[in-house]
């Protein structure tokens, strides 16, 4: 006999909505309104991971270094042989460290429990979402990163280099159950960050609203998107324009896969920014009239209060090609 929920689907699928839908749809609504409160559940991220993404997706076979621009600042990847590259939800766990490193103001960072992690960025608890978080600490664990930038200072180029891992020392206990608590402080899983990384989160924390980061864990080009803008548009000094494509285009930064027509990635761009506009109404991003670019103008993701005065080092940003635009 055919259920009543496969009947509804066959007679009126527009009334049938996914679980999947329906808990982001939850979570777009818990996140909107917790940004109209003030009690936003605010992590961090690190500069040169919200300037540049990560992989969206699993890289070919082999393929060991990754690299992406914007404006005069370079990312490279290099990925461990025996893990790879790190990719697609591996990018909230840089995001988890420099949260924790914040917050515990430490280079040795602590947590109890995988599920800690698992429940912050709304992961199952099973063993399958465990095993896939474990496999992203090694990929991170086993990474090369390499990050730089060319400016002009007068007459002088002024060239800022820098290498580093993510972390020095891991203690991650292996467990068949991700909610099984250690039985001493012993047992805790402790990760030293290298002193490069925690220098680089402690000098230009960026603020990232975690709420609206597990609503999108699940879209890491979206994720991409929404982190990137976050910052964009905070530090935006009016109305700019970002080009689209090109060697300063917004298609060189963000995490996505290479895109050979520009007119995808704009149907690409437009579908990620409709959810983000779901998530944060009052982001002002739009595609320009002409297609060739993306307007931003000056707004804040994460709303600063009291306890949360958000502020920018402009001396150490790194600089981002814009070009003025009345479009």
């Given at each position: 006999?055919?259920s009543?929920?496969?009947?509804l689907k066959r007679?009126m699928?527009?009334?049938?909505?996914?679980?999947?839908?329906?808990?982001?749809?939850e979570?777009?609504?818990?996140?909107?309104?917790?940004?109209e409160?003030?009690?936003?559940?605010?992590?961090?991220?690190s500069?040169p991971?919200?300037?540049?993404?990560?992989p969206?997706?699993?890289?070919?076979q082999?393929?060991?270094?990754?690299?992406?621009r914007?404006?005069?600042?370079?990312?490279?990847?290099?990925?461990?042989p025996?893990?790879?590259?790190?990719?697609?939800?591996d990018?909230?766990v840089?995001?988890?460290l420099?949260?924790?490193?914040?917050r515990?103001?430490?280079?040795t960072?602590?947590f109890r429990?995988?599920?800690e992690?698992l429940?912050t960025f709304?992961?199952h608890k099973?063993?399958?979402?465990?095993?896939?978080l474990?496999?992203?600490?090694?990929?991170?664990?086993?990474?090369?990163i390499f990050?730089?930038?060319?400016?002009l200072s007068g007459k002088?180029?002024?060239v800022q280099?820098?290498r580093f891992?993510?972390f020095?020392?891991a203690?991650?206990?292996?467990s068949?159950d991700?909610?099984?608590c250690?039985?001493?402080?012993?047992f805790?899983?402790?990760i030293?960050?290298?002193?490069?990384?925690?220098?680089e989160?402690?000098?230009?924390?960026?603020p990232?609203?975690?709420e609206?980061?597990?609503?999108?864990?699940?879209?890491?080009?979206?994720?991409?998107?929404f982190?990137?803008?976050?910052y964009r548009?905070?530090?935006?000094?009016?109305?700019?324009?970002?080009?689209?494509?090109g060697?300063?285009?917004?298609?060189?930064?963000?995490?996505?896969?290479?895109?050979?027509?520009?007119?995808?990635?704009?149907?690409?761009?437009?579908?990620?920014?409709?959810?983000i506009?779901?998530?944060?109404p009052?982001?002002?991003a739009?595609?320009?009239?002409?297609g060739l670019?993306?307007?931003v103008?000056?707004?804040h993701a994460v709303?600063?209060?009291?306890h949360?005065?958000i502020?920018?080092?402009?001396q150490?940003?790194i600089p981002m090609?814009?070009?003025?635009?009345?479009?």
């Amino acid at each position: 006999m055919e259920s009543a929920g496969s009947a509804l689907k066959r007679l009126m699928p527009e009334l049938v909505v996914s679980k999947q839908k329906l808990h982001q749809a939850e979570g777009s609504c818990s996140v909107r309104w917790k940004r109209e409160e003030g009690k936003q559940n605010v992590g961090f991220s690190s500069r040169p991971f919200v300037l540049c993404g990560l992989p969206v997706r699993k890289p070919r076979q082999g393929e060991m270094l990754y690299e992406r621009r914007n404006g005069n600042f370079t990312l490279q990847i290099t990925g461990h042989p025996h893990y790879g590259l790190p990719f697609g939800q591996d990018r909230i766990v840089p995001i988890y460290l420099a949260t924790l490193a914040v917050r515990q103001q430490s280079q040795t960072i602590r947590f109890r429990t995988a599920a800690e992690m698992l429940e912050t960025f709304g992961m199952h608890k099973g063993g399958k979402e465990y095993r896939r978080l474990i496999a992203a600490f090694e990929r991170i664990f086993g990474a090369t990163i390499f990050f730089g930038t060319d400016t002009l200072s007068g007459k002088a180029k002024v060239v800022q280099r820098s290498r580093f891992n993510f972390f020095t020392e891991a203690q991650i206990w292996y467990s068949r159950d991700p909610n099984q608590c250690p039985l001493s402080d012993q047992f805790e899983n402790v990760i030293v960050l290298s002193d490069e990384f925690y220098r680089e989160i402690m000098s230009h924390p960026i603020p990232a609203d975690l709420e609206a980061v597990k609503v999108l864990a699940g879209a890491p080009a979206v994720l991409d998107l929404f982190m990137w803008l976050s910052y964009r548009c905070f530090v935006a000094k009016g109305r700019e324009a970002i080009p689209l494509v090109g060697p300063f285009g917004l298609a060189t930064q963000i995490g996505s896969i290479e895109y050979a027509r520009p007119r995808r990635f704009r149907e690409k761009l437009e579908e990620w920014l409709n959810s983000i506009h779901v998530l944060w109404p009052e982001c002002p991003a739009q595609i320009s009239s002409d297609g060739l670019a993306l307007i931003v103008e000056q707004a804040h993701a994460v709303r600063p209060t009291k306890h949360l005065p958000i502020t920018v080092n402009s001396q150490a940003a790194i600089p981002m090609r814009s070009e003025s635009s009345h479009a």
